[in-house]
């Protein structure tokens, strides 16, 4: 069940209405922005899980806005749209700017509806990671991310220059900070588990 709101942020309103139309038509819950700084504002009191942005807009392009929206919750889903594909802003779209996709205008309907499912799963996956794992500690963090990547206690105390010792308490407090029952469940935990 998709409960989260798609923005779609466009400077062309009438297309961006058009795209949230589309979206809504499909069941999932949109809402059009003309302004990048409407959308980072709505951030806290909506719930967005997918943006779908242009690149070309006239104060804060859409890579100054997908920065800006990353400082300010990472676990949105961020779709580009542009009318003047290039192979360079692909590149940024996704590899600078965490971009989900890269959609030319016009809109083609099947694929920006599969941008936005996955967008809007990659954003629940987000955030049940977030919620799992808020209260760890920094050097918890460190340790997690270097477990669920298939590192050794071992190896782990090697590249975090601690004992394997200190890396066992920290391992134990992370299985019990997140409730799970060893190696198995927290790498289903980094994933983001089952959608």
Partial sequence: MNTALTAVLDDDED???TVARLLMRQGLAAKAFVAPDDVLDA????SIGCIVSDIQMGEMDGF????ALRARDPA????????WPTTAHA??????HGGLDYLEKPI??????SAVTEGLAWS???RRIAGATSAFTRREREVFELLVRGHSNKEIADLLTISPRTVEDHRAAIVAKTRTNGLAQLIALSRGGDD
């Fill in 76 to 83: 949105v889903a961020l779709v580009f749209m542009t009318a």
């Fill in 124 to 126: 629940r996956r987000q």
């Fill in 91 to 96: 590149v940024d779209a996704v590899r600078r």
């Fill in 43 to 46: 951030l806290p009191s909506l």
């Fill in 64 to 67: 100054a806005f997908a920065d």
């Fill in 15 to 17: 297309l961006g209405q």
């Fill in 108 to 113: 083609d309907e099947a694929r920006l509806l």
